[in-house]
């Protein structure tokens, strides 16, 4: 299977600071990301989903000024989390989807997962 | 609307074999996927089926019927590690994947 990275893998930062997630998709073109978030015991939840060179479409309930995401390459996606809470603590899990053969893949990066103190 | 169906927990013994079932309503369909994930770490993908019939990986095989809009994933000869949640999620007419909410896999001894 495809490889995607995350990083960091974990992150720890004050609350008011902003911190960002790197999603790099390693041997394959993705074409779309998405971001997901998962609380403890709790099942995934997409928060956006970003094409290449587009701006992201954003679920309803989550604030695209405090998730800025940028797809800047068919490799890289960000997600920035500016102004954190502790609220925001969570398990923060980026997905590239690329097609290969005709056929639609997605793969999940490692997550990340943010405390915020 | 869309929707994924799957049992929300399971227990089974080791060196058993499970049977974890999902059925699907999704506007269009491109295929059907199940995911691995155990505790605190991302989902790992496990299979992809988008025509009828038996997909077979090793300890994994997962079958697909679309006319009954239902999948399974067949794990044998269970091990300990085998012990996770597993995901069912349908790709629909947009490639976006919808997700079922898992169905927590509890392998005792």
């Known amino acids: 299977g495809a490889v995607v990275s995350q990083h960091p893998s974990w992150v720890i930062c004050k609350s008011g600071t902003s911190v960002k997630i790197e999603c790099r998709s390693l041997?394959?073109?993705?074409?779309?990301m998405f971001w997901y978030r998962q609380f403890p015991k709790q099942s995934l939840m997409l928060m956006a989903t970003?094409?290449?060179?587009?701006?992201?479409?954003?679920e309803q309930g989550v604030e695209k000024d405090k998730f800025l995401i940028n797809h800047a390459s068919l490799t890289l996606s960000t997600l920035t989390v500016t102004s954190a809470h502790p609220e925001d603590s969570s398990f923060y899990i980026c997905?590239?989807?690329?097609?290969?053969?005709?056929?639609?893949?997605?793969?999940f990066g490692p997550g990340t997962r943010l405390t915020v103190t | 609307g869309q929707n994924i169906d799957q049992p929300t927990e399971m227990t089974a013994t080791e060196g058993a074999i499970v049977q974890i079932n999902c059925t699907y309503q999704t506007s269009g369909f491109n295929g059907l996927f199940w995911y691995q994930q155990h505790a605190g770490e991302a989902p790992t993908f496990l299979s992809y089926n988008v025509l009828d019939g038996l997909e077979e990986k090793g300890r994994f095989s997962s079958f697909l019927s679309r006319s009954k809009g239902y999948s399974y994933l067949l794990l044998k000869e269970l091990q300990m590690k085998d012990s996770a949640s597993y995901l069912c999620?349908?790709?629909?007419?947009?490639?976006?994947?919808?997700w079922g909410a898992g169905t927590k896999l509890i392998i005792k001894p």
């Open positions: 041997d394959f073109q993705a074409t779309t």
């Open positions: 997905s590239a989807r690329g097609r290969r053969e005709g056929i639609y893949e997605q793969y």
């Open positions: 999620a349908s790709m629909d007419s947009n490639y976006q994947l919808i």
């Open positions: 970003s094409n290449e060179g587009s701006k992201a479409t954003y």
